[in-house]
């Protein structure tokens, strides 16, 4: 079973993307989780945007959705 953290992680400037950053930083202290940036598919990052994809069918997959 695969964890990910779904949100948008770009420069530190906002009250969402703190709480994204600091959420993520304690949950990986504790388990293996990657996160799925939505700021890199906002900049047409298609590899991350496949990475998304690829977590969201396969139904062994956990995830955190940390958007607002």
């Known amino acids: 079973m ?3 953290y779904l949100g948008t992680f770009p420069p530190v400037y ?3 993307t703190i709480k994204n950053l600091n ?3 304690a949950l ?3 388990i293996d989780i990657s ?5 890199e ?3 047409k990052n298609i590899l991350e945007l496949l ?3 690829r977590v969201l069918i396969n ?4 995830f955190v959705i940390g958007v607002t």
């Open 2 to 4: 695969n964890r990910y």
């Open 14 to 16: 906002g009250g969402v």
């Open 23 to 25: 959420l993520f930083k």
């Open 28 to 30: 990986s202290e504790q």
């Open 35 to 39: 996160k799925v940036d939505f700021s």
């Open 41 to 43: 598919i906002k900049r």
């Open 51 to 53: 990475k998304l994809i």
């Open 59 to 62: 139904k062994n997959n956990v």
